[in-house]
């Protein structure tokens, strides 16, 4: 199921990082700009992987690149305020995970934007595709939905 025609609410997550906007983030209109949203995004995922010891970012044999995203905006976030970011996997392949992310704004029930990004697992030395390692599979079939 695609998150675009979807606003996803807190209780469809289990996981959760916090970041916070920063002057910088925001735009002449006055909200988060749109770019910032991805970086949320790779930010979770990767704090996730590190947090989850499966991704050594300088030597793990096996590594996700991104190959698709995608953001839908619903609501706007401004400077200052507190965000969460959630997890999951909606998809797990062989090579590739499909992450979905819900970026909440304070307390909101609602995701102010929500997310896919898709990785591919490549071996770092070739780039070739490569089957997600078990350590790796096992923790993102934690995040299944």
Avoid at 42 to 64: N, R
Avoid at 123 to 137: E, H, V
Wanted: aromatic content about 12%; charged content about 20%; hydrophobic content about 40%.
């Amino acid at each position: 199921m695609s998150t675009r025609a979807v606003r996803l609410r807190r209780e469809d997550f289990s996981c959760f990082y916090p970041v916070t906007t920063r002057w910088g983030d925001h735009d002449s209109y006055g909200h988060v700009h749109n770019v910032v949203y991805y970086s949320f995004f790779d930010s979770a995922i990767s704090q996730f992987l590190v947090e989850s010891g499966t991704l050594d970012i300088g030597c793990s044999p096996v590594i996700g690149l991104i190959a698709a995203s995608n953001c839908t905006y619903h609501a706007s976030i401004t400077f200052p305020e507190r965000v969460t970011v959630g997890l999951r996997i909606a998809h797990l392949g062989n090579s590739s995970a499909r992450y979905e992310l819900g970026v909440f704004r304070e307390d909101d029930e609602q995701a102010s934007a929500t997310g896919e990004v898709v990785y591919v697992y490549v071996d770092r030395q070739s780039q070739r595709a490569a089957r997600i390692p078990a350590p790796i599979r096992e923790e993102l079939a934690s995040l299944a939905v």
